[in-house]
C-alpha cells in the first residue's frame, strides 16, 4: 500500500519565558491508505502535539524546529496559512478529545456540519443539508433531531456529531483524538466500531490514545510514545504479542484482565515535564531495566519491520 | 476480587428513588450494605450512578429510606481532582481544612501529625504540602483527595469514578493504594465505575446500573464468572483485552417490552414483552432483571 502521511523527523519546541523547550523529538510517522495507525502513550507524551502539527492548529508558542510532514507529495509545513486551510477539513479531518467544548453551542447541528461543505465550496447549502442528513444518519444520531443544539444530546452522541463533521467532506485522512475516552463501555465499542468501518472504505485513520488494549483490538499500526519520542513501533499483533521496549512491556502489564491479581501492576513514577527532561533515554527515570549506557542517547534499532530506541535489548 | 465475610448491616435502603420532574434518576432501589464491604456501583452515563451516591451521602432530595445502623461518618471522593481541589490552596490547607472545620481540632500538633500520617498513607512525598494543585501531576491530586477523605478517619468512604481522568497505570497506582486503605483501615467502601475490570480488581459486591434501575446484584465472583444479564455479559466480554476478539453488537430493536434494555439486547425476542422487568432472585444474594438469564451466552 502506498503512503499517504509521511512524518520525518519531526521536531517541535515550545516557547516559555524566553527560554525553548523541546516537546517532541525526531518523531516519524507512516500512514498507508486504508490503515489505522495508532499513536499511544501517557498523558504528556506529545501525542496530541504531534497530530495537531500535522493540520498546523499549534499553539502560537509551539513551532516546529525541524522535520517534514508529507501529504500526497506536499509538505505541510511549508504551505501558506490559505493553503492549509483547504486542506484542513476537506483533506484531513480532526475529531477532537472533547465533543462538548469542541462543537460550537449556539450553532445547531445540522448547520454545523453543512458549514464544513459550504466552506470548501463542496456544495451549495440545499446540498449540504442533504449530504449531513445522510451523514447523520450514518453515524446514528436520529435525523429529525439534527436542527437540536449541542446540549440537547448526550456524550456518545456529540461524539457521533463529531466524527459525522470530520466524515462530511470525504477526507483521505481523519485524526480521531481520544475519541472513546470519555465515553461508556458500549457507546466505545459503538464508536470504534465505526471507525473501523470508515477505514473498510479505504480511508485513513490516526488513532490517539492512552488505552493500549483500543490500540490492540483497532489498529494495523503502533507508535508508541513516551515524553515527545518514539520508543517503538511496528504492526500491532507484532508488538502486542511481543513487546520489546521496557516501556511498551510496562504499558501492557498494567491493563487490569479478569484474572486474580493480588496487585495491579502499575508503572512507577510519573511522566516528567518538559522541563525536566532526562538525559540519554526519555525512559531511564522510570525504567527498571536502566543501566550505565542509558545516559547516552539510545539509537534507533531497526529490526525487521520494527522499530525501537533502547539499548538494552 | 475481594470477599466480604462480615454479615453485619452498616446501611439499609428501602424504596430508595430519586425524581427530577418526570424523570426517574433512581427507581426503587432495595440494598443491604455490609460492614467492610465495597460495593461495586457499574453503570453508563445516566444510569444514575453519582444520584444513588450523592443520596447516601444526604446532598440529594430522595424518596424511600436510607438508614443508617450505625453512626457513620461519610466521606466522599470526587472523579476529577482538579476540580475538587481549591486551586488558591496550598496541599497543607487543602488536607487541613476537614480537621478545623468537620472534627473541630485547635491542636496545631494534632493537625500538623494527622496530615503527615495522611500523606504517608497515601504515598506522597511531605515536600508536597507547600504547592499548590496545578504544581501536581492527576495521579497526585488524586491521592491528596484521598488523603483529605482520610484525616477525618470516616468509616464509609464514597469512590465516585476516582480512576477514570487518570492513565492507565496511574489508575492502576490508585486502585493499589485504595485496596491498601481498606485492608489497614477495615471500612466500607462505595465505589463507582463504569469500568468493570476495576469493580473486579477492588470490590466485594456488584450492583448493575441501566437509566436508573438495577439490573443485576450479586457478589463480585458470581456476577463476573457467572453474569445473568446480557448487558452484564456486554460490560464483561468489551473489557478490551490485548487479545483479539470478536466485535461486539449492539442491537437496535423496536420493542414493546417493559425491559428498559430490550432495545439494545441481544437476546430479545417476543417473549419478552410480557416481562413485567421485576427483579428476579436467583440464587443467595445473586438477583437479575431479565426472564432469559438462564441462556444469555449464545
Not at chain 2, 259 to 270: L, W
Amino acid at each position: 500500500m502506498e503512503d499517504l502521511l509521511e512524518i520525518k523527523d519531526l521536531s517541535i519546541d515550545a516557547k516559555i519565558g524566553n527560554s525553548y523547550y523541546n516537546i517532541v523529538n525526531n518523531v516519524s510517522i507512516k500512514v498507508k491508505k486504508g490503515e489505522i495507525v495508532s499513536i499511544v502513550g501517557e498523558s504528556g507524551s506529545g501525542k496530541t502535539i504531534t497530530s495537531l502539527s500535522i493540520i498546523r492548529l499549534l499553539e502560537k508558542n509551539l513551532s516546529i524546529k525541524k522535520g517534514e510532514i508529507i501529504f500526497e507529495g506536499k509538505n505541510l509545513t511549508k504551505l501558506s496559512e490559505d493553503e492549509i486551510r483547504k486542506i484542513r477539513g476537506k483533506e484531513i479531518s480532526f475529531v477532537f478529545q472533547e465533543p462538548l467544548t469542541a462543537l460550537n453551542p449556539v450553532i445547531d447541528i445540522e448547520t454545523q456540519i453543512a458549514e464544513v461543505l459550504i466552506k470548501h465550496q463542496i456544495s451549495d447549502e440545499k446540498k449540504a443539508i442533504e449530504k449531513t442528513t445522510k451523514i447523520l444518519e450514518r453515524v446514528g444520531i436520529p435525523t429529525e433531531k439534527s436542527k437540536q443544539y449541542p446540549h440537547n444530546f448526550s456524550g456518545g452522541q456529540r461524539q457521533r456529531i463529531l466524527i459525522a463533521m470530520a466524515l462530511i467532506a470525504n477526507p483521505k485522512l481523519i485524526i480521531a483524538d481520544e475519541p472513546t475516552t470519555a465515553l461508556d463501555v458500549i457507546t466505545q465499542i459503538e464508536i470504534l466500531n465505526l471507525l473501523k468501518e470508515i477505514k473498510e472504505e479505504k480511508r485513513s485513520i490516526i488513532l490517539i490514545t492512552h488505552n493500549i488494549s483500543v490500540v490492540a483490538n483497532y489498529s494495523d499500526y503502533v507508535y508508541v510514545m513516551y515524553l515527545g519520542e518514539i520508543m517503538e513501533s511496528g504492526k500491532t499483533n507484532e508488538i502486542i504479542n511481543n513487546p520489546i521496549h521496557p516501556y511498551t512491556k510496562l504499558l501492557l502489564n498494567s491493563i487490569i484482565t479478569l484474572e486474580k491479581k493480588e496487585r495491579l501492576k502499575t508503572i512507577e513514577g510519573q511522566i516528567p515535564s518538559i522541563y525536566e527532561i532526562p538525559k540519554g533515554c526519555r525512559f531511564i527515570t522510570r525504567c527498571p531495566y536502566k543501566t550505565d549506557k542509558c545516559t547516552k542517547e539510545p539509537p534507533l534499532i531497526k529490526h525487521k519491520e520494527r522499530y525501537f530506541r533502547c539499548w538494552n535489548v | 476480587m475481594l470477599e466480604c465475610l462480615e454479615e453485619k448491616e452498616i446501611i439499609s435502603i428501602k424504596n430508595l428513588s430519586v425524581k427530577y420532574n418526570n424523570f426517574y434518576a433512581l427507581k426503587d432501589i432495595n440494598l443491604s450494605i455490609k460492614e467492610r464491604e465495597v460495593l461495586g456501583v457499574c453503570g453508563e452515563s445516566g444510569s444514575g450512578k453519582t444520584t444513588f451516591c450523592k443520596a447516601i451521602s444526604g446532598i440529594e432530595r430522595y424518596n424511600g429510606e436510607i438508614k443508617f445502623l450505625k453512626k457513620s461518618k461519610i466521606d466522599f471522593i470526587f472523579q476529577d481532582p482538579s476540580s475538587s481541589l481549591n486551586p488558591r490552596m496550598k496541599i497543607y490547607d487543602i488536607i487541613q481544612e476537614p480537621l478545623i472545620v468537620r472534627e473541630k481540632i485547635k491542636d496545631k500538633k494534632i493537625i500538623n501529625e494527622k496530615i503527615n500520617n495522611a500523606i504517608l498513607e497515601v504515598g506522597l512525598n511531605s515536600d508536597l504540602l507547600e504547592k499548590y494543585p496545578h504544581q501536581l501531576s492527576g495521579g497526585q491530586k488524586q491521592r491528596v483527595a484521598i488523603a483529605r477523605s482520610l484525616v477525618t478517619q470516616p468509616d464509609i468512604l464514597i469512590c465516585d469514578e476516582i480512576t477514570s481522568s487518570l492513565d492507565i497505570s496511574v489508575g492502576a497506582q490508585i486502585l493499589n493504594l485504595l485496596k491498601d486503605i481498606y485492608q489497614k483501615r477495615k471500612i466500607t467502601i462505595i465505589f463507582v465505575s463504569h469500568d468493570i475490570s476495576a469493580l473486579y480488581y477492588i470490590s466485594t459486591d456488584i450492583i448493575i446500573l441501566y437509566k436508573g434501575l438495577i439490573l443485576e446484584e450479586g457478589k463480585t465472583k458470581d456476577i463476573i464468572k457467572n453474569p445473568k444479564h446480557p448487558y452484564t455479559n456486554i460490560l464483561i466480554s468489551s473489557i478490551l483485552t490485548t487479545t483479539k476478539k470478536e466485535n461486539i453488537k449492539i442491537k437496535n430493536n423496536t420493542t414493546k417490552s417493559k425491559c428498559i434494555f430490550s432495545d439494545k439486547c441481544y437476546k430479545y425476542s417476543k417473549d419478552c414483552d410480557n416481562y413485567e422487568n421485576q427483579l428476579i432472585d436467583i440464587s443467595n444474594d445473586h438477583k437479575v432483571r431479565c426472564i432469559k438469564y438462564e441462556k444469555i451466552f449464545n
